[in-house]
């Protein structure tokens, strides 16, 4: 396996993917040895805009986010988070931000131009890769939908959870090509 996928749901997409080594909620990611790049999907609802609701978290769930930016660190990666995560700013440099000591920066996609259902603006803090070494981004989708991540958009239906959640095709491919333009083996770092 070349990849790591760190919080990623029971029936996440990246496990048809012979290439990623896959942490689900029956595989503690923190039992993750390193050694490759990853891509960290950490619970979010603690470092949210709606984080005082969260009140179904799991005890140290918060942290799991701050053990990701360290392995993103250590190897290479990339840590997915949504656009309102206090994660960012906090803990992270934000998308226009100069790169951090480590080398890593931020970008926001909206995950409907990779294929979701509904807009879902997304944060990838990455490091391991300059900028200028992206993959392309794909084109902006116009068209319109009829689904949204909590069903405040008028004309719009609410997610299901598991649209909520899920990684799309096209995204996880985009991931793969970044990851695959950074070295194999752990990033020295702070």
Known sequence: MKYAALFCRGDSAYKT???????????????????????????????????????????GEKRLALWSIVQVRRNGGIIEHPSGSKLFKKHLPDVGDFPDEFGGFTVEIDQFDFGHVAHKMTKLYICGLAPRDLPELPKKRLEPTDRSICGNVAGTKRCTQYQREYSPEALIDWLESALSKMPNRGISGK
């Open 17 to 59: 993917r012979p290439e990623w080594d896959v942490f689900d909620a029956e595989r503690d990611a923190k039992t993750f040895a390193g050694g490759m790049p990853c891509v960290c999907h950490p619970p979010c609802r603690k470092w949210g805009v709606l984080a005082h609701m969260a009140h179904n978290a799991r005890p």
